[in-house]
């Protein structure tokens, strides 16, 4: 295989805007926290005991995201001591209790704008998952909202024609830090992502409180030549598989699968192995990257036609005549900096008609002959030759059937006449 430059003007409008979810570092509006309690919480279990340990694990789902579940130390430490009261409780499905706590679009989103055109937050944003948790997507189609309206509208997700601020997305963002958990003392803000509308999710990049963020994306494309669907998916590296250790799956963070959902005496089983859901080993990379600590080992390969989108993320912070001192807030923009990108194809080295090309050459230099003239020759042996032989056996069976009865018919004329 080979990867070379196919096209170093591959216009924009081709490729879909990027899908870009927003995240509060705090992921639960804790002023539906008495409401969840009485709701998610049998009767017999609304004691001081049971809530402090419903508590707790509310507030290590406030800012838990995959990979990091330091936050579950004190549940785990529960656990040890008493696992009863965690089994107790396993009944409670705390993506339900997650999803009812998540931030609303109205509770933190206004003032958005796209293509420069005034728009309504809460219709251009959907809350979906992701591995940092419940978020809000701009150009999503893994909600519910946006798989309806990419079947329904043609033209998404959303592309742009031209570049800059203005051919891009804008939006105000508000973080209401008294609403937050009390018991979390983390750095206020919000987390980015950009990433291609089906891809599931991406890195993220933190954005603090009070700023004026810019984000500039550039992209790049690389497809593989359909010649390469003969190689196997190994030999395309074109393969993703998922793997899981706790026996089920965090349901916050993933799509639906045949797994099951983690229940609370399954959260301290994710924080024993939380060093090792952080390193993910390839195939044949420890031959060239050597690990401090082992972790999961997934064979997992690129798509075969993968969009990147590199991002410049430029901020600064907002004028104090322009900052609310009961609130905090961002005002975020992404945009296209360029309006083409380049496009990368990996195709094979030698295929089969390089190789009968070659042959053919080598035919024609060393015995005077094509490729056309061994395929005359062979047609002739397979086919003419093989024609005239039936022809000639078809004959002379004929020819022998002719002569046999023109023998009987004179003996009939000889016995006549005697």
Known sequence: MQTVISDL?????????????????????????????????????????????????????????????????????????TPKLLEDLNYVNL???????????????????????????????????SQKGLCLSFNTIESKEGALKHILDPYYPWHVVGFGATKGL?????IKEGWHSPLSHNDKGILVMHNEPYVWSYLHRDVPTSTRTAISIDAFLRTHHPNCRVYSSDVRQCVFETYIRCNCTVDLFYPPSEFPACRLKDLP????????????EQIGEMDFVKFT????????????????????????????????????????????????????QTRPVYTLVDLMASFGGLAALCIGSSLIGVIEFLY??????????????????????????????RINVKEFQI
């Open 269 to 280: 089983c994710l924080y024993r192995n939380d060093e090792k859901l952080q390193v993910f």
């Open 380 to 409: 002739f042996l397979l086919f003419d030759l093989t024609k005239q032989f039936y022809l000639y056996f078809k004959w002379k069976k004929t020819s022998r059937a002719k002569s046999q009865d023109l023998k009987t018919k």
């Open 9 to 81: 003007r591959y216009p924009i409008y081709k490729i879909p805007f990027p899908e870009i979810t927003i995240c509060n570092q705090n992921r639960l509006n804790w002023q539906r926290y008495e409401e969840a309690r009485e709701k998610f919480l049998r009767p017999k279990h609304l004691t001081p005991e049971y809530e402090e340990i419903f508590r707790q694990a509310v507030n290590a789902y406030d800012t838990m995201r995959f990979g990091h579940f330091q936050s579950l130390k004190d549940l785990a430490e529960i656990y040890e001591a």
């Open 170 to 174: 804008y939006v105000d963002i508000h």
């Open 95 to 129: 993506t339900k209790v997650v999803e009812f706590m998540a931030w609303k679009c109205h509770e933190m989103l206004s003032h958005c704008s796209w293509l420069n055109a005034t728009k309504d937050c809460c219709k251009i944003f959907a809350q979906r998952k």
């Open 293 to 344: 600590r082992r972790g999961m080992y997934c064979p997992c390969f690129m798509n075969c036609k993968s969009l990147r989108y590199l991002s410049d993320f430029r901020v600064q912070n907002l004028p104090k005549a322009e900052m609310d001192p009961n609130d905090t807030r961002i005002e975020l923009s992404v945009y296209f900096l360029w309006d083409t990108i380049m496009v990368y």
